[in-house]
């Protein structure tokens, strides 16, 4: 089981958590204990100089070689794309042009702005690039949509990375279990990974364990441990669900590479 931490989001502060990472070296350093809880993978945000969301390749770039000096290739890095109503889908793509990461997370709502001949010439950009993409999907109509894709082969491949998002931020909607169920034909997906919004984050989390899933844990979608108090810093709720899989799961925490192979997409 992948366990993927995302540490600090697009939109929390230092007035959400003390611990929240925001610089390089935090982002490093948060690498390094949350690799030691268990994680094989790291979800990226950057900020600008006033601590606002950004997807600054030059940002980017500061962050990635402080995280790989702390862990080298021992945690798969993926970058978010994540427009926050500041960048077009154009300007998203642009960025993973640029940077040509390990790994990327896309938006479906989002990249379908940028119309279908732009997606499907970004697939085929990856896959010669050897980019792993993630696809996020907020609801049933966002699954209905890659389907589609696939189908027509808008997306050459035939099944692809999904990440399904429990919960609202924006509107303080926390998830809840029966959440899942809402993604209709998610049994049928390769490999897919759910983030939950709010304090069930842990027991969600054991539930997509017990079904085949993977799981994305940290600050970005969630503050509190499962004993209900706030988590000190990130690692710790890595280290809860890694210490799930130990005692009594039929799984166990996956490594960097084993994620890597995880996320290769079926073409």
């Known amino acids: 089981m992948m366990i993927m931490v995302a540490p600090n989001g697009a939109r929390r502060t230092r007035h959400d958590h003390a611990a929240i990472p ?9 690498a390094g204990a949350c690799l030691e809880a268990g994680a094989c993978a790291m979800h990226l945000h950057v900020r600008d100089a006033s601590g606002m969301h950004t997807l600054d390749p030059a940002r980017y770039r500061t962050a990635l070689e402080a995280i ?6 021992r945690l798969l890095l993926q970058i978010t794309t994540e427009a926050v109503g500041l960048y077009s889908a ?3 793509i642009a960025v993973v042009r ?3 990461p390990e790994a990327v997370s896309l938006s479906v709502r989002e990249l379908a702005r940028a119309g279908e001949e732009a997606i499907a010439e970004l697939d085929r950009w990856m896959h010669a690039q050897a980019v792993l993409p993630q696809w996020i999907l907020y609801s049933t109509e966002d699954l209905d ?8 082969d808008v997306l050459a491949a035939s099944a692809y990375p999904l990440l399904f998002v429990l919960g609202k931020y924006q509107s303080s909607v926390a998830a809840t279990p029966e959440m899942l169920e809402n993604f209709y034909g998610w049994q049928e ?22 079904l085949g899933g993977h799981a994305r844990v940290g600050f970005e ?3 509190v ?27 166990r925490p996956a490594t960097a590479e084993e994620a890597r192979e995880i996320l290769m997409p079926g073409w």
């Open 22 to 30: 925001l610089t390089p070296e935090e982002l490093a350093e948060t």
């Open 68 to 73: 790989r000096e702390r862990v080298g290739d």
């Open 90 to 92: 154009e300007e998203q």
């Open 98 to 100: 640029e940077l040509v």
């Open 145 to 152: 949509l890659i389907n589609d894709w696939i189908r027509r």
């Open 189 to 210: 997906m390769p490999c897919w990974m759910a983030c939950a919004f709010g304090p069930a984050e842990g027991l969600i989390m054991r539930s997509v364990a017990d």
């Open 221 to 223: 979608n969630n503050l």
């Open 225 to 251: 441990g499962p004993d209900g108090q706030l988590a000190p810093d990130n690692a710790s709720l890595v280290r809860s669900l890694a210490d799930y899989l130990h005692a009594g799961s039929m799984r």
